[in-house]
T-cell receptor, first 110, second 118 residues
């Protein structure tokens, strides 16, 4: 059974800092990996999707990498802003299965 | 982009009643839909995989008689919480990957349904 771990569980940084969120998974037989953002009491917003054949994806200030062989992904956020404060979840998709990490709760202080 | 809707967004019911939650893919077809529940400040837990035209696949520990899933068409899956109890109060989210097209295999999530059982 796939297990997804996210480190750290919580992170607080001052505005403007660059930061890295980590995600690791135990089974490398995946279709893709997705990073999501969730605001309190809200649903999920997809940030980046990396297919199993890809190494990284970029969108604006976000960059996600995938190393399938080592079972790791990182989400890099450049020049963080208070509006980036949210919980960030990574999810790993295999056949008919999608497993989430517990998330990293990010707080960006003005 | 692909859109998934859920209805209702919020429901409050009395203990012992049944509640139906709908998950619809609005602009694509999905042969598979996933149902999750999320406890406060916790991550999403996969409950079951809904398969169009066949029985749902439930995760270990999820009671299939308690959480009835029906995938009636390529755009609709329903989750019915039967004889709801306060411990069933949670945030329920569905997701669907398009069966075809440029977004094939990408998960699109509904906005979630907050269930409160009194």
């Amino acid at each position: 059974k796939q297990e997804v771990t996210q480190i750290p569980a919580a992170l607080s940084v001052p505005e403007g800092e660059n930061l890295v969120l980590n995600c690791s998974f135990t089974d490398s037989a995946i279709y893709n990996l997705q990073w999501f953002r969730q605001d309190p009491g809200k649903g999920l917003t997809s940030l980046l999707l990396i297919q199993s054949s890809q190494r990284e994806q970029t969108s604006g200030r976000l960059n996600a990498s995938l190393d399938k062989s080592s079972g790791r992904s990182t989400l890099y956020i450049a020049a963080s802003q208070p509006g980036d404060s949210a919980t960030y979840l990574c999810a790993v998709r295999a056949y008919n299965d999608m497993r989430f990490g517990a998330g990293t709760r990010l707080t960006v202080k003005p | 982009g692909a859109v998934v809707s859920q209805h209702p967004s919020r429901v409050i019911c009395k203990s012992g009643t049944s509640v139906k939650i709908e998950c619809r893919s609005l602009d694509f077809q999905a042969t598979t839909m996933f149902w999750y529940r999320q406890f406060p400040k916790k991550s999403l837990m996969l409950m079951a995989t809904s398969n169009e035209g066949s029985k749902a696949t439930y995760e270990q520990g999820v009671e299939k008689d308690k959480f009835l899933i029906n995938h009636a068409s390529l755009t609709l899956s329903t989750l019915t919480v039967t004889s709801a109890h306060p411990e069933d109060s949670s945030f329920y989210i569905c997701s669907a990957p398009p069966a075809t097209g440029p977004s094939y295999n990408e998960q699109f999530f509904g906005p979630g349904t907050r269930l409160t059982v009194l």
